[in-house]
């Protein structure tokens, strides 16, 4: 399946942004997206499925217990296919940034000054 289609999916992602924050039971995956999304926990395991099957996620057997990661390779493709779109934004964002700090020091110094009228 295309990375673009597995991640284009609001199930998906979320349980993505789930296991980036570690390693997570198949239980717990599920009880965060029924809540969530109101889905069966038949649909939640389909889900998880298709991002093993796709190589997002990774899964160890641990007793009796399923527990999922990220695999972060596929996110790493999807960004390098990203950057040709970040790369002229880039120099423009990064001049944006130093205007707003400029800004935010003025704004500190004229309010420091007890000379200067707020």
Not at 52 to 64: I, K, M, N, P
Not at 96 to 107: D, V, W
Request: charged share 30%.
């Amino acid at each position: 399946m295309h990375a673009f289609l597995v991640v284009g999916d609001p199930v998906r992602r979320r349980i993505l942004e789930l296991l980036a924050e570690g390693e997570r039971s198949s239980g717990e995956v599920t009880a965060v997206v029924r809540q969530e999304f109101g889905i069966s926990q038949p649909a939640v395991s389909q889900h998880l499925k298709v991002l093993r099957d796709s190589g997002f996620a990774v899964v160890r057997a641990e007793r009796t217990r399923r527990l999922y990661a990220v695999d972060s390779a596929p996110l790493q493709e999807l960004d390098a296919w990203l950057e040709r779109f970040r790369r002229p934004w880039t120099p423009r964002l990064d001049a944006l940034a130093t205007e707003i700090a400029r800004g935010k020091r003025a704004h500190r110094t004229h309010q420091d000054d007890p000379g200067s009228e707020t």
